[in-house]
């Protein structure tokens, strides 16, 4: 499955979903920031400051359901100046969103999102400055925190700090990535489809009763630009503490197998590195948010074994999971080393039962 299929299933999700809501919510913003230069030979064509804004469609999850309730499904169209456009062209993206509320007056919330990204430049003989982005379509991340501020029961006003990613995941070289923290101010305006129909109150199984968690993924690397296209490969088993209403901790361990090693390693093509310089190991913790079969995943540790360990002592990972079955799941990730991407890893997970766990969704 590529890359561009997968998200625009999860955005057409996302749509189908939103759509089947009472409330619903339009809105806009503008923000002000900067691209950040997380690389030397990005300071030869980051020359301005960046320019945001965005349009979005907000809906509330179902508050019958007693993980994720009150949760905000967002679908969001951004436009981003990153501070060059004659270098670094404009950026389009649409992702779904999540906003978790951080407070019991739902005005704080917490906004998790990834999609899809096109990016008018790239990195051409003609542009071979911009060694950030080497192909047009790329995965979107974005991570940030939201205030609103109610003016009357149907506009507010938000303010926001966001923080935007978008790479190809190394799958086409170069592909540094960009960075693009902004303050956003803008407005939300809701209304009422029709009375919201009261959901019975009942007894609801705990999906997510699992305590371990085995994955197993793929993925597809180009190091330096035409370069040969190595795979990689990754095994992971996950241990995951007691779990509240809204989200768990863990903690991990991966077995990475990346073939890429000897391209990162080696100047020359035709040397050859040993075979054990391409095995990986590492330990992680994570923090995950279910919402119903779906699982959020945001993970970050450092390596016990890397043959690259000066460049990649620390690596971080959002990832993303949806259980077809109580136990199986398919599990697409974006794995990093300090925000610049290393891998798009698709596999599936596979969740170790345990005794099932009755929640009653009026004590939430």
């Known amino acids: 499955m590529s890359v561009r299929r997968l998200f625009v299933g999860l955005i057409i999700f996302c749509i189908s979903a939103t759509a089947l809501a009472q409330t619903r919510s339009l809105s806009a913003a503008f923000g002000y920031g900067f691209t950040s230069p997380h690389h030397p030979d ?3 064509y980051i020359t301005g400051h960046a320019h945001q804004c965005h349009i979005q469609y907000l809906t509330p999850r179902d508050t019958s359901n007693h993980r994720g309730g009150h949760t905000l499904k967002v679908i969001d169209l951004c436009f981003i100046n990153p501070g060059n456009p004659d ?4 950026s389009i993206g649409l992702s779904p969103q999540f906003h978790f509320p951080l407070n019991k007056k739902r005005r704080s919330f917490f906004v998790l999102g990834c999609g899809l990204e096109y990016n008018t430049k790239t990195y051409t003989e003609e542009n071979c400055s911009f060694n950030a982005i080497g192909s047009h379509l790329n995965a979107l991340i974005v991570l940030g925190y939201k205030h609103v501020f109610e003016l009357t029961p149907s506009w507010k006003l938000k303010t926001e700090f966001l923080f935007t990613h978008f790479s190809n995941g190394a799958t086409k070289a170069p592909n540094l990535g960009l960075n693009v923290p902004t303050l956003n101010l803008g407005f939300d305006y809701s209304w ?3 009375d919201e129909k009261k959901s019975k109150k009942k007894l609801q199984p705990d999906i997510q009763s ?3 968690q085995f994955v197993g993924t793929g993925s597809w690397k180009q190091v330096k630009h035409e370069g040969k296209i190595s795979p990689a490969f990754c095994i992971s088993g996950e241990k995951f503490f007691p779990q509240t209403k809204k989200s768990s901790f863990g903690f991990g361990s991966d077995l990475i197998l990346d073939y890429s090693m000897n391209n990162r390693l080696t100047e020359f093509s035709d040397t050859i590195v040993p075979f ?8 992680k913790a994570m923090w995950t948010v279910p919402i119903g079969r779906l ?3 945001l993970q970050a540790g450092s390596y016990l074994k890397n043959s690259n360990f000066k460049k990649e002592f620390a690596f971080e990972r959002l990832a993303l999971r949806y259980f077809i079955t109580d136990h199986f799941g398919l599990n697409v990730a974006l794995r990093a080393h300090f925000a610049k991407a290393d891998a798009i890893e698709f596999g599936a997970v596979y969740r170790i039962p345990s005794k099932p766990v009755i929640f009653h969704p009026s004590i939430f």
């Open 87 to 90: 270098t670094m062209g404009y």
């Open 210 to 212: 699992g305590r371990w």
């Open 42 to 44: 990005m300071w030869n």
């Open 295 to 297: 699982q959020i995943h």
């Open 192 to 194: 009422n489809m029709s």
């Open 276 to 283: 054990s310089n391409n095995i990986k190991i590492a330990l």
